[in-house]
């Protein structure tokens, strides 16, 4: 659907609806609204139908578990960002309005910026600000490519319509879609599941991973390699993969980077951007990092054009200042480096946020539940179900429009943040 274009409406039924449930960002889920809950009739996916089939939200706002009034909820939470000396903003999981007013607001509050999911997001980051890498996009993936090459995990678990989205179409930008071979580096899919091209599965440890693809690097270079097993392979398996790689005309490597959870993951992405750089003295080579889910590379997207940086930014001096590891959420509440928390989740019940023994504000999905109550809590509409937005899909190159897709009492992040912006500035 292109991006300046509305869902159809056919009675109870939306089609072409923009699902916000993982960075892919299909848009061409049908959607019956008929009832109490939403159902996905056509394109869902194991992750798309019980997230657009959640109950409608109706939570309620507290205050230190008291139910409340929203205004009542704002008004606590101004008063607990304005008794703030250095408030952090966490989770972060929102649209493009949302990050917009999150930026606003942390500004306003001298607050720092970490994303729920910067810990997978760091390991791409550090070798991106470092040397850059040669990625690609999903149409160019479904137009060109004739070798994918899946590094570390099977990319369905976290992005289940991935394959069916690129390789899945018959037609391409230049006629018919010719075949394309597979290939998973590291853990492959399910026996059962049948995907739109040949495929060959090469199992590697995550944590050797690192070992294979400088070695496939050296390979492809012509470099001796005098290891006769590495990476738990024998040589030959990688000869023949390098071969395989060099002989691509347009070869793709997708790494899903919350798969890659081992200490020093991002040396095992600077060897992947490495052997990218390798393989394109002699042809076409192109990674994809995927992400996106509960809006990650939205907000990087957001706060990069705000700040000029992305994720674990402090606007406590005045100037946006970042660092990767010091502005760490969990680093930050183990060394009481902060006062409050503002906690943001609008597209996962079940991204709650961390244990802290300092304040906490949440908006939140309105089916969360939390152990203990915050400070505060206000149920915020879900982006893409409950109001309408704008999302980044995973390649960064296109932010799609969500759709509201029933009627909802809830606020955006986007209008809560407003509302509790509005009101920082009253009396005591
Ligand atoms: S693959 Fe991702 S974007 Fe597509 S329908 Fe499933 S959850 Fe939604």
């Excluded at 949440?362 to 539940?369: F, K, P, Q, R, S």
């Amino acid at each position: 659907m292109p991006a300046s274009s509305q869902p159809t409406v056919t009675a109870s039924v939306i089609r072409d609806v923009t699902c916000p449930f993982c960075g892919l960002a299909c848009d061409d889920l049908v959607v019956d609204t008929t009832g109490d809950r939403l159902a996905v009739r056509e394109n869902g996916c194991p992750i798309a139908v019980p997230a657009f089939a959640g109950a409608p939200g109706r939570g309620a706002a507290r205050v230190g578990g008291r139910e409340v009034p929203l205004v009542e909820a704002y008004a606590e939470a101004a008063r607990l960002l304005r008794a703030a000396k250095r408030p952090l903003f966490g989770g972060l999981g929102t649209d493009v309005g949302g990050s917009r007013a999150v930026g606003r607001l942390a500004d306003r509050t001298g607050a720092i910026l970490d994303h729920m999911n910067s810990a997978a997001v760091v390991r791409n980051l550090l070798v991106l600000q470092d040397g850059g890498w040669i990625t690609t996009t999903l149409s160019e993936i479904r137009n060109r490519c004739d070798l994918l090459v899946a590094v570390g995990g099977d990319i369905l678990s976290r992005f289940p319509r991935f394959f069916e989205r690129t390789l899945g179409a018959g037609e391409t930008l230049f006629g018919a879609r010719t075949p394309v071979e597979i290939v998973f580096l590291g853990k492959g899919p399910a026996a059962d599941v049948k995907l739109p091209g040949q495929v060959r599965v090469i199992p590697c440890d995550t944590a050797r991973l690192g070992e294979a693809l400088g070695a496939l690097r050296a390979l492809v270079a012509g470099k001796p390699v005098l290891a006769a097993d590495i990476a738990g392979q024998p040589l030959a398996t990688w000869q023949g993969l390098a071969d395989r790689l060099r002989a691509a005309k347009y070869g793709v490597m997708p790494w899903a980077t919350a798969d890659l959870d081992v200490p020093h993951a991002d040396l095992m992405v600077q060897a992947l951007a490495d052997l990218l750089r390798e393989l394109n003295r002699e042809t076409r080579f192109a990674g994809l990092p995927l992400g996106g889910a509960e809006g990650d590379v939205t907000s990087d997207a957001v706060h990069l054009w705000q700040t000029g940086y992305g994720t674990r930014v402090s606007l406590a001096r005045g100037v946006p200042e970042q660092d990767l590891h010091r502005f760490a959420t969990p680093r930050l509440l183990a060394e009481g480096a902060v006062d409050l928390l503002l906690w943001i989740s609008s597209f996962n019940a079940t991204r709650v946020p961390p244990r802290a023994a300092i304040p906490t504000i949440v908006l939140g999905h309105a089916a969360m539940t939390l152990a203990e109550p915050p400070a505060v809590f206000i149920p915020v509409g879900t982006p893409g179900v409950d109001h309408a937005g704008q999302y980044f899909r995973t390649d960064r190159v296109i932010a799609l429009p969500l759709a509201s897709l029933r009627s909802s009492a809830l606020p955006s992040v986007a209008d809560a943040l407003a509302a509790i912006e509005a009101r920082l500035g009253e009396a005591r």
